[in-house]
Structures are given as structure tokens and as C-alpha cells.
């Protein structure tokens, strides 16, 4: 069985926009994301990406991981594993 999923994106129906309410902007955001994660895209985009643009991306992601998730959390959620 798979670890991740991208259900999201492939069930919403909703506006993609950002800047109308909190709850649009967090759905298009999430719809996004998972947009942009696709495999095919990433084997196009991720050569493009300059070395600045690809550290930007990385530093930021990680940055909001350590953030907003406990160490359990971000094992558990991002990594996938069970790390207690």
C-alpha cells in the first residue's frame, strides 16, 4: 500500500484563486501543492530549476515543517515512519 496520497487534488471542485477568504486561499494552496508534486511535472520542472531556486524551495519547505510540526509529527506525517 502506498504512503502517500494526493486525494485532494483529484476531488476538489471547488475555486483554485487566492485572496478571496482564508478557507479558498487554504484549498487552492493544498490543491497546488499537489499539483505541483505530480511525478510527470517534477520530471520536467525539478531539471529547470535553477541551484537558488531549488535551495529557496527546500529552505522554505523545511523552515515550515520545523515550524509548525513536533518531532513526532513530522516523522509520523512527513517522513512516514514511526519514529516515537
Known amino acids: 500500500m502506498a504512503k ?3 486525494r485532494f487534488v483529484e476531488n476538489y471542485d471547488g475555486l ?3 485572496g478571496l477568504d482564508r478557507q479558498t486561499d487554504e484549498d487552492t494552496l493544498v490543491y497546488y501543492l499537489q499539483k505541483f508534486s505530480d511525478d510527470t511535472l ?3 520542472l525539478i531539471k529547470r530549476l535553477s541551484d537558488d531556486e531549488l535551495d529557496d ?3 522554505l519547505l523545511t523552515r515550515l515543517l ?3 510540526l513536533t518531532d513526532s509529527e513530522y516523522h ?3 517522513l512516514k515512519d514511526n519514529h516515537s
Do not use: A, P
Open 4 to 6: 502517500h496520497s494526493h
Open 76 to 78: 509520523t506525517l512527513f
Open 16 to 18: 483554485v484563486g487566492f
Open 66 to 68: 520545523k515550524k509548525h
Open 42 to 44: 517534477m520530471e520536467q
Open 57 to 59: 524551495l527546500f529552505s
